[in-house]
Nanobody, 124 residues
C-alpha cells in the first residue's frame, strides 16, 4: 500500500520557478518508478516526467525537458519537480504517481497509485 502527497504548487509569474514535492509512504517494493503528470481544465492528464527510484534514470516530455528537472531523495522518500522558466501553458493540476517496474511509460492509466494533486498557476 503506497500513499503519495504533493505540495509546492502556487501562483507564479511567467518566467518564474516553483518546486513541487511528493512524499511517498508505505511499501513500494524493490523496483518501482515515480512520475509527474498534469491536467489542465478540459484536457486529458498529460505526462510530464518520470524517474527510476533506485537508479535515478529520468524521462521527460518534450514540452518540459529544457525547463523542468525531476529528482528524488531516497532517504527522505521524496520526489521533486523543479520547474523553471514557467509559461502560462504550464498552468494545471500537477499530480505525482507511482508504479511497479519501469519508468518508461507515458500513459496515465498505466500508473498508480496517485497523489491528490497540487495547483500550479502561471500568470502572464
Amino acid at each position: 500500500q503506497v500513499q503519495l502527497v504533493e505540495s509546492g504548487g502556487g501562483l507564479v509569474q511567467a518566467g518564474g520557478s516553483l518546486r513541487l514535492s511528493c512524499v511517498v509512504s508505505g511499501r513500494t517494493g524493490s523496483s518501482f518508478a515515480m512520475a509527474w503528470f498534469r491536467q489542465a481544465p478540459g484536457k486529458e492528464r498529460e505526462f510530464v516526467a518520470a524517474i527510476s527510484w533506485i537508479g535515478g534514470s529520468t524521462d521527460y516530455a518534450d514540452s518540459v525537458k529544457d525547463r523542468f528537472t525531476i529528482s528524488r531523495d531516497n532517504a527522505k522518500n521524496t520526489m521533486y519537480l523543479q520547474m523553471n522558466s514557467l509559461k502560462p501553458e504550464d498552468t494545471a493540476v500537477y499530480s505525482c504517481a507511482a508504479r511497479a517496474g519501469s519508468f518508461l511509460y507515458h500513459t496515465a492509466h498505466t500508473w498508480g497509485p496517485w497523489g491528490q494533486g497540487t495547483q500550479v498557476t502561471v500568470s502572464s
